[in-house]
Nanobody, 117 residues
Framework: QVVPVESGGGSVQAGGSLTLSCTAP????????VDWYRQAPGEQREWVSS???????SYADSVKGRFTISIDKIRDTVALLMNSLKPEDTARYSC???????????WGQGTQVTVSP
């Protein structure tokens, strides 16, 4: 069973930074790819960023230039560095690890990010 675990959420003021981490021990760096999503109360889940097994990264327009996704193969962790945070970035952030022959999706429970004005 692949159970991704997120960490690093918290409360910051606008303009601040946070780094989120996602790990599925023994599987993160061997995955097909890892994605970050977020969901604010009353809103639909929104894709934020992805990193492929080849290291290719992609970002939603709303976070491009502010967020950076990376993989640490030693720690078997994918990090999402979030700079210049805005109140509209407030949401629960979840990672999805795509793993196995069929790149099956496995979701973590999420970590809350709150950005105050």
């Amino acid at each position: 069973q692949v159970v991704p675990v997120e960490s690093g959420g918290g409360s910051v003021q606008a303009g601040g930074s946070l780094t989120l981490s996602c790990t599925a021990p023994g599987r993160t760096s061997k995955s097909c790819g890892v994605d970050w999503y977020r969901q604010a109360p009353g809103e639909q889940r929104e894709w934020v960023s992805s990193i492929s097994d080849a290291g290719t990264t992609s970002y939603a327009d709303s976070v491009k230039g502010r967020f950076t996704i990376s993989i640490d193969k030693i720690r078997d962790t994918v990090a999402l560095l979030m700079n210049s945070l805005k109140p509209e970035d407030t949401a629960r952030y979840s990672c999805r690890v795509r793993y196995g022959v069929r790149c099956t999706s496995y979701w973590g429970q999420g970590t809350q990010v709150t950005v105050s004005p």
